[in-house]
């Protein structure tokens, strides 16, 4: 397996701002293997609330689409506890999720990346940015950052994991505060970041996970994307699990000591969904 880091450098990114990065693993292709073909691809946003990148979020799970043979990369991107005062985050991470994206699929060949199946995935805050990546790829407001034509930077699917995603009431304020600063949170900006807000027939299908419990970002966040997924006639897989906490990752022992080897948690089951969901080509089309 090869594993490196590529620099996500946003031309618009001052100096002595953070430099975001992303990191890709990319497992072996010979012809041993018998799996000397194009794989799938993953770019994962770790959560943190848009202050930090959360480690659980990130190598454990690409490690584990690794093992079921996709190339998975980690992005760490811009967050309000790595960037400068002056530093707009909005919409700079955005900007560095779509180059993650386009870097992979520019080197789709030597990754052995199949360019048509290239995802998204985050956690969190770290799901909004992941479900901007998938409603915003082409929005006016991304023109300063990543100018012409932006179709290379839009991922073929996206999967939303108990994921920050409406601005409107209960909603995860926190979030939308580090991302924006409590100065910019206008009610025109609010609205626009209501990802449900942004749904249309450039987005792609979505694979959505969230528990009905979840204490921090509540549910209706999750259902009211669907349904507007649903009404917009977009392939959308949604899983809620009546119980479980805000921040499972793998909901294993992998990722928390609360859970015995041979005793995952229920929603544990949400990461053999998605691989299936990713590997899956004909979603949507």
Sequence with gaps: MKCFDIPLQVETTGKGDYDAYMTVYAPSNGLDLHINKNRPAVVIFPGGAYCITYDGEAEPIALKFVAEGAVAAVVWYSTKHKCTEKMVRWPQALAEGLLAVGYLRDHAAELGIDPENIATLGFSAGGHL??????????????????????????????????????????????YAALLGDKNMTEEMLEMLSLENQIGAHTPPAFIWHTFSDPSVPVQGPLLFAKTMADHKIPCEVHIYPQGGHGLCLANHVTSDAYPANQPYYPAEWIDHAVAFLFNKTIGK
């Design 130 to 175: 992941c479900g901007c990546t998938g409603t915003m790829w082409n929005h006016s407001v991304m023109d300063p950052y990543l100018p012409g034509d932006r179709t290379k930077y839009r991922p073929d699917k996206f999967f939303l994991c108990y994921a920050v995603l409406t601005s409107k009431r209960p909603y995860h304020r926190g979030s």
